[in-house]
C-alpha cells in the first residue's frame, strides 16, 4: 500500500496505465489514450508523444491523491519506445520509481 503498482496495458492504437493497490484490489487512478481531457491534445501526435502525455495525466492523477512512490509494471512489454515515454511523463509530472 506504500508503494502501489503502476500498470501498463498497450494496444495497436491506445496505451493505458492505472495506479492499482494489490492490497485491496482496487484501482487508485487511470488514465488512457482514450481520455476526454487529452483527446484535443492528440490529434497529429506520434504514439511515442502520446504515451509521454498519458505518463504525465496519471503522473498529476497520482500527486493530487497523495501517491509519489510507485512501483513501474510494463506489463511484459520492453522499456522501449511508448512504454519508455510513457514512464518519461510519469516521472516529470512528479513520481518516483
Given at each position: 500500500s506504500e508503494?502501489?503498482?503502476l500498470n501498463v496495458y498497450r494496444s495497436l492504437n491506445h496505451i493505458y496505465a492505472q495506479l492499482v493497490n494489490?492490497?485491496?484490489?482496487?484501482t487508485l487512478v487511470a488514465a488512457s489514450t482514450l481520455d476526454?481531457?487529452?483527446k484535443p491534445q492528440l490529434e497529429a501526435k506520434s504514439k511515442a508523444?502520446?504515451?509521454?502525455l498519458v505518463g504525465?495525466?496519471?503522473g498529476r492523477r497520482a500527486v493530487q491523491k497523495g501517491v509519489s512512490k510507485v512501483v513501474f509494471d510494463?506489463?511484459?512489454y520492453l522499456y522501449t519506445g511508448r512504454v519508455a515515454a510513457l514512464a518519461e511523463g510519469a516521472r516529470s509530472a512528479g513520481l518516483d520509481f
Open positions: 508503494r502501489p503498482r494489490d492490497e485491496i484490489g482496487s476526454a481531457e487529452l508523444e502520446a504515451a509521454k504525465e495525466l496519471i510494463r506489463g511484459g
